[in-house]
C-alpha cells in the first residue's frame, strides 16, 4: 500500500500473553481480554500454543480440527484453522494434545522462530487484536509468539513469583529483543491472583513498583473464585446445561435470612403508607432480582450463558412460571429444572414467543433494507428502530437459532 502499512494480520495490535512460569494466569487474562474487548465491538483472534488447550476448552469449541498441530504437521493453511468461539467477535485458533508433536516439527523448518509471524502476514487484515495465549517455558512456539506480537502482556502472580522472577522475565524480553523481535514492547506487568490478605503480597507490590515503575499496571486483578471456576463452565454451556450457580447459593453465601428456594418471601414486602383507616397494602418484592442480574452480567463478561438455580415448590407450576418468566426477561438463557414437570415450562418460557421473534426478524430485516438502500434510519410500522432495539432483536434470533440448531442435532 501507498502509506507502507500492511494489508495483512501484521495491521492487527498484537499481543502476547507471556510468562515463562506455568500457572501464572495467562490464559484466564487472555480470555478476559478477549470478552473484553469483543463486548467493546473489537475484534479478535486468539492462538491458543499450549498443548494443554485450556483456553480452547474455554472457548467451548465443540471441533477443534483442524488446529494449530494441522497448520504445522500439514501445511494446512492457518485460516483453515481458525473456528468462531462462543463469544460473538471473538475467534481462535486451537491448540490439541498433539502440539507437543507439533513442536520439533515447527522446529525442524528454516526460520522457524518466525514462522508464526510470516503466517499472519498471509492472514487478511480482519481483527483488531491478535491475542497470544502462551505456553509456560521457553518452547518454540513462545519464541515464535515473541516473534509475531508486537507487544507483550506479563501477568506475574506478586507472591509467588517476586522481584526476581520478574527480573528474569524482563531479561528474557530483552533476550526475544535482540534475538528476534527488535520492535517488541512491554505492554505492561498485570499482578494477578492477587491475595490481599497475604502480608506479602503488599510488600512485594510496593518492591516491584519500585523495580518497574510504570510498566507494572495499576489494575490488580484479585483472587477470585469464579474465575477459577470459569473454565470447567465452558463444557456445561455449549451442552447447553447449567453452568452458574443460582440465586439460592448467592442468597447462603449473603447470609440472606430465608430458606426460600426461588419464590417469594412474605417478609420481604413494602407496606403502603399509613391513610387514615384503610388497611395497608403488602407489596411483595422480588428478592432474586439482584443476584440474578449480577448472574447475567458475570456471565456476559465471560462470554457464558446465565442459567438460573431452581424453583423449589415443584407443586407450584405457577410460581415457577412468574419466577422464570422474569429471570428470561433479565436475560437468562435457561433455569434449572428439578422435577420432570419443570422441564416443559422451562422449555415453553426459554423459547422466544413466536410472535416476538417474527418482530425481532422484522427489525433486523429492516434495518438491513434500510442500510442496502442508504436511508440511514430504519423504522418498522412508522416506528423508528434505535440501536437498542436492533441489538435485542439480534439476541432473540440468536437465541432461537441456538435453540433450532439444538432441537436439530
Ligand atoms: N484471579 C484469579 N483468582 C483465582 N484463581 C485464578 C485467578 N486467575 C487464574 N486463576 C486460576 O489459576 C490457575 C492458573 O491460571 P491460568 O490462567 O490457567 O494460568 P496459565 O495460563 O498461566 O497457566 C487456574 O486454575 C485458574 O483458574
Ligand atoms: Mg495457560
Request: charged share 20%.
Amino acid at each position: 500500500m501507498a502509506d507502507g502499512k500492511s494489508v495483512n494480520a501484521l495491521n492487527s495490535r498484537r499481543i502476547a500473553v507471556f510468562n515463562a512460569k506455568g500457572g501464572t494466569g495467562k490464559t484466564t487474562t487472555t480470555h478476559a481480554l478477549a470478552a473484553g474487548l469483543a463486548a467493546r465491538g473489537r475484534r479478535v483472534l486468539t492462538f491458543d500454543l499450549d498443548h494443554q488447550g485450556n483456553l480452547t476448552f474455554w472457548f467451548g469449541l465443540k471441533d477443534t480440527r483442524p488446529g494449530l498441530d494441522e497448520v504445522i504437521r500439514q501445511n494446512t493453511p492457518l485460516g483453515d484453522a481458525i473456528h468462531p468461539t462462543t463469544i460473538a467477535g471473538v475467534d481462535h485458533v486451537p491448540a490439541s494434545p498433539f502440539l507437543v508433536a507439533a513442536d520439533p516439527a515447527l522446529r525442524a523448518k528454516m526460520g522457524a522462530e518466525t514462522w508464526l509471524r510470516r503466517q499472519l502476514e498471509r492472514l487478511p487484515d480482519r481483527w483488531d487484536f491478535v491475542l497470544f495465549d502462551c505456553a509456560p517455558g521457553l518452547g518454540i512456539l513462545t519464541i515464535a509468539a515473541l516473534a509475531a506480537a508486537g507487544e507483550v502482556l506479563a501477568p506475574v502472580q506478586p507472591s509467588v513469583l517476586g522481584l526476581a522472577g520478574v527480573a528474569r522475565l524482563l531479561e528474557t524480553l530483552d533476550q526475544a529483543r535482540e534475538g528476534v523481535n527488535p520492535d517488541l514492547r512491554l505492554l505492561g506487568i498485570l499482578p494477578v491472583i492477587v491475595d490481599r490478605r497475604m502480608a506479602l503480597t503488599g510488600e512485594v507490590l510496593d518492591q516491584l513498583r519500585e523495580h518497574c515503575g510504570p510498566q507494572l499496571l495499576r489494575t490488580t486483578i484479585g483472587v477470585n473464585v469464579r474465575l477459577a471456576e470459569a473454565p470447567s463452565h465452558a463444557k456445561p454451556i455449549y451442552d447447553y446445561a447449567p453452568s452458574s450457580t443460582g440465586a439460592a447459593d448467592y442468597a447462603a453465601s449473603q447470609g440472606m435470612r430465608t430458606t426460600n428456594i426461588g419464590g417469594g418471601n412474605a417478609d420481604y414486602v413494602m407496606l403502603t403508607d399509613k391513610a387514615g383507616e384503610a388497611a395497608r397494602e403488602r407489596h411483595w418484592n422480588d428478592l432474586w432480582h439482584y443476584p440474578l442480574f449480577r448472574l447475567v452480567q458475570a456471565a456476559r463478561a465471560h462470554g457464558l450463558m446465565a442459567i438460573d438455580g431452581p424453583f423449589g415448590d415443584y407443586q407450584d407450576p405457577e410460581g415457577f412460571r412468574a419466577q422464570a418468566n422474569r429471570t428470561a426477561i433479565l436475560g437468562c438463557e435457561g433455569k434449572w429444572a428439578i422435577h420432570p414437570s419443570q422441564i416443559e415450562l422451562c422449555n415453553e418460557i426459554f423459547t422466544p414467543p413466536a410472535k416476538e421473534v417474527a418482530r425481532a426478524e422484522a427489525i433486523l430485516a429492516s434495518m438491513k433494507d434500510a442500510h442496502s438502500t442508504g436511508s440511514g434510519a430504519a423504522s418498522l410500522n412508522g416506528v423508528l428502530i434505535d440501536a437498542a432495539s436492533i441489538r435485542q432483536a439480534e439476541v432473540i434470533v440468536k437465541q432461537m437459532a441456538m435453540i433450532n440448531a439444538k432441537s436439530a442435532s
